[in-house]
């Protein structure tokens, strides 16, 4: 079923502008934020398992506090299989990690400790900036390969305009994913780390992959013709990329949601922001980037389809 994409601007536009702001609400007000895990904050990350009976959940929890102490900011995320259990919280010393292995065995449980990963509150800032300079250089890094790899599009289009269209979607993309988790940070026990900003990478990656490919369509048909009306162009564009980028962004959130259910929960986050990543990823590249780069074009004219 065709209908009329670019005839809906406003509302495709009016309905991203309310979850950007909801999204920044979110990031911003009191409570609320990143959840910001260890790899930014500092801490110490521990993996136990255990090889016949496994101590419950609350258990953990409460030998935990009892031998290291109670004002550490203590996680305790259960693996699935209930074997294994990752332990999150402030700077744990080698002392206090065998006084905790020490208090679990009192407990009449074999605790074998399978990994300590621990970041310091200075590298952690460092990791928070780094991070950010990351995601801004390959935000910027795209606009200019985009801008670079139109710049022979006909008709008198300024090809900045195509790398400008990109970068406002991947904005759009990463406060939407920001806001989603500031969100999940207040009412579950989710944390952003060092995956999570892969997570952002990957989606920027997919989500410039699926805008190419409608801009790619558009600058073709565009080639060895006098265009009047600049917006049905786009549009028959858009309609004929439709199937790809749906087909390819589902396949992808498909198997994404199976990692959801069946994987461990160490990667839920990652998994997570990849998949909502890419469905906002691919809402944002057919209804923002083609209607701003129409609306951007002088000559455009956005009226409904016959």
Known sequence: MRFSILSKTRIWFSFSILLSLVSLFFLFAPGFGLPLGIDFTGGTELEISFVNTTPPKEKMTEIFDTAVGA??????????????????SHLVSPVEQVKLLEAIKTQNFVPTLERVSSV????????????????????????????????????????????????VALLH????????????????????????????????????HDTIVVFDRLRENLKGKKVKDFSLLAENSLWQTMGRSLHTSTSAVLVL??????????????VLALAFGIVVGTYSSILIAVPLLVIWQKDAHIGSLD
């Not at 900011?73 to 332990?87: A, P």
């Not at 590298?123 to 950010?132: D, E, M, P, R």
């Not at 949601?257 to 990652?270: H, Q, R, T």
């Open 71 to 88: 004002d550490r900011g203590l996680k305790v995320i259960e693996e699935q299989g209930g074997r294994t259990f990752l332990l999150r």
């Open 120 to 167: 310091g509150p200075t590298l952690g800032v460092y990791f928070k900036k780094q991070a950010f300079w990351a995601i801004s250089v390959t935000i910027l890094a795209i606009v200019s390969f985009v801008a670079w790899a139109f710049r022979s599009v006909p008709q008198g289009i300024s090809s900045w305009k195509f790398g400008m269209a990109t970068v």
């Open 173 to 208: 993309d990463v406060l939407l994913i920001s806001g989603f988790f500031a969100v999940l940070g207040r009412f579950i026990d989710i944390e952003v780390d060092s995956l999570f900003v892969t997570a952002v990478l990957t989606v920027l990656g997919f989500s410039v």
């Open 257 to 270: 949601v199976a990692l959801l259910i069946m994987g461990p929960s160490s990667i839920f986050a990652f």
